[in-house]
């Protein structure tokens, strides 16, 4: 059973850093192109970075581009997600999803979600 | 960036036919997906690259079209359906619908 469980969120001040894992189980971890997804409270859903199966190619939406780094430890089956700057527009729930394939870009499993909340 | 325009929301009776609409504002050949997110639950995804049906989603789920416009389709509806849907491009990167809210009367 695939299984993606994120962690490291919280509350965190305006400016300041915070850093998200998800650990991954149930499928070859390193064969995969991997993504975080959020969701502002009541808000519809936004994709944030993908990196590819190896780490050798990333992508990021414009707005965070220079604040955040995904990354992935192939032999811990774990992606991260460092978040610096924050913003109180990153207050989110981050998702971490599997893609499949990355060519064809969609989010085949999901994670529970870890909430983020930037605020002073 | 690619916009995508759904319908706000729905309301069905159990045992009818729905279908949910997605507008892209420029062409994204088949590369649409869709996903079903039911309250306080991570979304999952239900049709990708346009009308395939993803294993273990039930037949009364289908999707369909090409280029700029695309129908999620769900026959017959059944209560346990409640739920905001959203489809998704990968032509380009993606980005998501902002959702129809289905509810049943």
């Known amino acids: 059973e695939v299984q993606l469980v994120e962690s490291g969120g919280g509350l965190v001040q305006p400016g300041r850093s915070m850093k998200l894992s998800c650990a991954a189980s149930g499928f070859t971890f390193s064969n995969y192109g991997m993504a975080w997804v959020r969701q502002a409270p009541t808000k519809g859903l936004e994709w944030v970075a993908t990196?590819?199966?190896?780490?050798?190619?990333?992508y990021y939406r414009d707005s965070v581009k220079g604040r955040f780094t995904i990354s992935r430890d192939n032999a811990k089956s774990t992606l991260y997600l460092q978040m610096n700057s924050l913003r109180s527009e990153d207050t989110a729930t981050y998702y971490c999803?599997?893609?499949?394939?990355?060519?064809?870009?969609?989010?085949?499993?999901w994670g529970q979600g870890v909430m983020v909340t930037v605020s002073s | 960036d690619t916009v995508l325009t759904q319908s706000p929301a729905l309301a069905v009776s159990p045992g009818e036919r729905v279908t949910i609409s997605c507008r892209a504002s420029e062409s994204v050949s088949t590369l649409m997906h869709w996903y079903q997110q039911k309250p306080g639950q991570q979304p999952t995804l239900l049709i990708y690259l346009a009308s395939n049906l993803e294993s273990g989603v039930p037949a009364r789920f289908s999707g369909s079209g090409s280029g700029t416009d695309f129908t999620l389709t769900i026959d017959p509806v059944e209560a346990d359906d409640t739920a905001t849907y959203y489809c998704?491009?990968?032509?380009?990167?993606?980005?998501f619908g902002a959702g129809t809210k289905l509810e049943l009367k």
């Open positions: 990196i590819s199966y190896d780490g050798s190619s990333t």
């Open positions: 998704q491009q990968s032509w380009n990167d993606p980005t």
């Open positions: 999803t599997r893609v499949r394939p990355i060519a064809a870009g969609y989010f085949d499993y």
